[in-house]
């Protein structure tokens, strides 16, 4: 247990649904990350959170939305993904975002879109 | 294009010896480097990590040693043990961002 769970651990979605993915740290930690692996690629950084406020999106498509409605939880918002979007989707925290380095992740969310 | 890059994809050492996992990066503004590992079902977790001030760091079985004229860091663990058989990411760094390489999947046998 690393103090960061994730909800749900696996999903299933046609292109046409709406499905959320939800994060949450009980390690006091004010930075929160999406992160994306495909199979055979390194993690790809989505969105970054500090303090509740979103500090970076790293060329995300809109079909991605991310919330963050208070430091210890995050959620991503999913719509008319493709095919190409089934991946790991893992969600991680750190104290802030000055000490990147040492995040601690959830187990991750396999997503497979049909 | 790729900063950060782990060339081997699998690895297999016996049980005992010394594990040797290596990292490239091109990225020289990059001032801090980890390792994490992965279990199946599981998201990765920190193991070690040196600062560019620094060329090695030892905790335990596992050192990073750190190369900056090459750009280049290593992971080795010795002795190795069943229970290190893991996916191994090399990060670095930069921005208050992480970068992630693609892992070296290492299996440890009996």
């Known amino acids: 247990e690393t103090g960061v769970t994730q909800t749900p651990r696996h999903l299933v979605m046609g292109m046409t649904n709406k499905k959320s993915l939800k994060c949450e740290q009980h390690?006091?930690?004010?930075?929160m990350y999406w992160y994306k692996q495909s199979a055979k690629k390194p993690l790809e950084l989505m969105f970054v959170?500090?303090?509740?406020?979103?500090?970076e999106n790293n060329s995300v498509p809109s079909r991605f939305s991310p919330e963050c409605p208070n430091s210890s939880h995050l959620f991503l918002h999913l719509h008319t993904l493709q095919p190409e979007d089934s991946a790991l989707y893992l969600c991680a925290s750190s104290q802030d975002i000055a000490g990147a380095g040492e995040q601690y992740f959830g187990p991750g969310t396999r997503l497979t879109v049909t | 294009d790729q900063q950060v890059k782990q060339n081997s994809p699998s690895l297999s050492v016996q049980e005992g010896r010394i594990s040797i996992l290596n990292c490239d990066y091109t990225n020289s503004m990059f001032d801090y480097f980890l390792w994490y590992k992965k279990y199946p079902a599981e998201g990765p977790t920190f193991l070690i990590s040196?600062?560019?001030?620094?060329d090695k760091n030892e905790d335990g079985r596992f050192t990073v040693f750190l190369n900056k004229s090459a750009k280049h860091l290593s992971l080795h663990i010795v002795p190795s043990q069943p229970g290190d058989s893991a996916v191994y990411f090399c990060a670095a760094e930069g921005a208050q961002k992480l970068v992630f390489g693609q892992g070296t999947r290492l299996t440890i046998n009996p």
């Open positions: 959170y500090n303090f509740k406020e979103q500090t």
């Open positions: 040196i600062s560019s001030i620094k």
């Open positions: 390690l006091g930690h004010n930075a």
